[in-house]
Nanobody, 126 residues
Framework: EVQLVESGGGLVQAGGSLRLSCAAS????????IGWFRQAPGKEREGVSC????????YYADSVKGRFTISSDSAKNTVYLQMNSLKPEDTAVYYC???????????????????WGKGTLVTVSS
């Protein structure tokens, strides 16, 4: 059974940092692409970043480039999202997702992935 468990969310002031973790199990980690998505209240879900564990390529939304960094630790089957210089507009529930179909990262970013975690709330106060 595929499981994706997010952690690390919380309340932070604008300009602060948080690191989200996604612990994965139930699939061959190195064969999958892992992504972070977010959904703010009253808004549609949007892609934040994703990483291919097969070739370490990454993709970022324009809104987070230069502020967020995605990384993967295959020894721990965990993907991280380091979020710096946080803004109030980053407030959202952040979801970890995984997919093994080998699609382009841009495709995952736009359309989502097959497996989803339950999410972790990030609140950035002004």
């Amino acid at each position: 059974e595929v499981q994706l468990v997010e952690s690390g969310g919380g309340l932070v002031q604008a300009g602060g940092s948080l690191r989200l973790s996604c612990a994965a199990s139930g699939f061959i980690f190195d064969d999958y692409t892992i992504g972070w998505f977010r959904q703010a209240p009253g808004k549609e879900r949007e892609g934040v970043s994703c990483i291919s564990n097969s070739d370490a390529s990454t993709y970022y939304a324009d809104s987070v480039k230069g502020r967020f960094t995605i990384s993967s630790d295959s020894a721990k089957n965990t993907v991280y999202l380091q979020m710096n210089s946080l803004k109030p507009e980053d407030t959202a529930v952040y979801y970890c997702a995984a997919d093994g179909r080998g699609l382009r990262l841009e495709t995952y970013h736009k359309y989502g992935m097959h497996y989803w975690g339950k999410g972790t709330l990030v609140t950035v106060s002004s």
